[in-house]
């Protein structure tokens, strides 16, 4: 039972690079999420989304761009990365009532030199 | 616009002694809460959380919330802490008529002394 994987664990970027954070769930849930974790910051929502093919802006999407393509998948990507996107990633999903947990992957450290 | 807040950097408590963790929420509707744990190189795992009914609910490894709705708080408790408690703790909250957003406190870290 894997529940929620993130694709890389660990990426090291230069400044102007692109790349794609993967976040897959096999718990067949509605939505899911994608954080940043900042140190004094707590976790700040980047997107999330409620459904199949929706997504939708968080507390901080500038720089960020995110698709729902299928169900299980929830894509984040940095087009052009830069050194403030430095942080570590999480993704969660949980299920399409408003009242149950999320689950949380174990995460992605990301640094942009 | 949802908001929570962690009003404590850190916590120190003394192994055996009683812990509280502090967070007050801010929904525009009925607001459901729910507290997750943080072990170092850790993704967030669970605790407990409020929907409705009983203002005092029980979770994972001994933990309990207590909700109160005039203060707009759900406190975090543990009768007796243990060394390992000490972990990062994250206060959540989800107000159903915002599109269901997750919204999350800026984490107090726990630190129990032997």
């Known amino acids: 039972n894997a529940g929620v994987t993130q694709t890389p664990k660990f990426r090291v970027l230069k400044t102007g690079q692109s790349m794609t954070l993967l976040c897959a769930q096999d718990m067949n849930h509605e939505y899911m999420y994608w954080y940043r974790q900042d140190p004094g910051m707590g976790l700040r929502l980047i997107h999330y989304s409620v459904g199949e093919g929706t997504t939708a802006k968080g507390e901080v999407p500038d720089g960020y761009n995110v698709s729902r393509l299928k169900k299980q998948n929830f894509l984040l990507g940095l087009e052009s990365a830069a050194p403030s996107q430095t942080s570590v990633y999480f993704c969660?999903?949980?299920?399409?009532?408003?009242?149950?947990?999320?689950?949380f992957g174990q995460g992605t450290r990301l640094t942009v030199v | 616009a949802q908001s929570v807040a962690q009003p404590e950097d850190q916590v120190n408590v003394a192994e055996g002694n009683p812990l509280t963790v502090k967070c007050t929420y801010s929904v525009s509707g009925n607001p459901y809460l729910f507290w997750y744990v943080q072990y170092p190189n850790r993704g967030l795992q669970f605790l407990l959380k409020y929907i409705t009914g009983d203002n005092l609910v029980k979770g994972s490894y001994g933990f309990e919330a207590e909700f109160n709705k005039s203060q707009t708080s759900f406190h975090l408790k543990k009768p007796s802490a243990l060394v390992s408690d000490s972990a990062l703790y994250f206060c959540a909250v989800r107000d159903n008529e915002s599109s269901y957003k997750l919204i999350f406190g800026s984490g107090t870290r726990l630190l129990v002394r032997p």
């Open positions: 969660a999903s949980s299920s399409g009532t408003a009242n149950t947990e999320a689950f």
